[in-house]
T-cell receptor
Framework: ETGVTQTPRHLVMGMTNKKSLKCEQH?????MYWYKQSAKKPLELMFV???????ENNSVPSRFSPECPNSSHLFLHLHTLQPEDSALYLC??????????????????FGAGSRLTVL | AQSVTQPDIHITVSEGASLELRCNYS??????LFWYVQSPGQGLQLLLK??????LVQGIKGFEAEFKRSQSSFNLRKPSVHWSDAAEYFC????????????????FGKGTKLSVKP
């Protein structure tokens, strides 16, 4: 496997279900991201993990719960979702290059996405 | 506020015709600029990026983009479109990424959908 792999590709769930989305990156990157892509809206950054630590939670409702057990894996746990949460959820990874000023440009590699439908 | 504007929601061009997709940005710091392409049912693939240096950058699949600081633009071009170029194109801007901070996280435009006529 190469690149960024997301499973499942399609998921249909009821509002009372609990499910999880999985992302795995095979690129040796040190940062991972969850984005939400809804129709007619820009991509929305949800969560960022650097070196397995969450560094950003972009005001995401608590019914979305991320987990990053190691630098290669990222999960998004879903519970009591709403129909408006139906969207394409994209995982991405990047190599954050830390120089003397601990900064670097961010080039993201995306997975194919998980299409979520909440009934 | 930081933002990216792609003024064209949907563009249709004939196969073999030239293409220009517009992107304007608002960003307080030195921007890094990107174009991504998304085919139906797929994730986003990086077409090209601008960090510094020559303002005309070449990407994959015959695409190029030109950074114009005075116009805050980063338009994507292709001299001759192929039917396989039909997809949605996203412009994104980011800055220097500081560990533990949000600066540098990419801000995406809403995308331009490209249709190609035979």
């Amino acid at each position: 496997e190469t690149g960024v792999t997301q499973t499942p590709r399609h998921l249909v769930m009821g509002m009372t279900n609990k499910k999880s989305l999985k992302c795995e990156q095979h690129l040796g990157h040190n940062a991972m991201y969850w984005y939400k892509q809804s129709a007619k809206k820009p991509l929305e950054l949800m969560f960022v993990y650097n070196f397995k630590e969450q560094t950003e939670n972009n005001s995401v409702p608590s019914r979305f719960s991320p987990e990053c057990p190691n630098s290669s894996h990222l999960f998004l746990h879903l519970h009591t979702l709403q129909p408006e949460d139906s969207a394409l959820y994209l995982c991405a990874s990047s190599q954050v290059r830390l120089g003397s000023n601990r900064s670097g440009a961010n080039v993201l590699t995306f997975g194919a996405g998980s299409r979520l439908t909440v009934l | 506020a930081q933002s990216v504007t792609q003024p064209d929601i949907h563009i249709t061009v004939s196969e073999g015709a030239s293409l220009e997709l517009r992107c304007n940005y608002s960003y307080g710091a030195t921007p890094y600029l990107f174009w991504y392409v998304q085919s139906p049912g797929q994730g986003l693939q990086l077409l090209l990026k601008y960090f510094s240096g020559d303002t005309l950058v070449q990407g994959i699949k015959g695409f190029e983009a030109e950074f114009k600081r005075s116009q805050s633009s980063f338009n994507l071009r292709k001299p001759s479109v192929h039917w396989s170029d039909a997809a949605e194109y996203f412009c994104a801007v980011g800055g220097l990424r500081n560990y533990g901070g949000s600066q540098g996280n990419l801000i995406f435009g809403k995308g331009t959908k490209l249709s190609v006529k035979p």
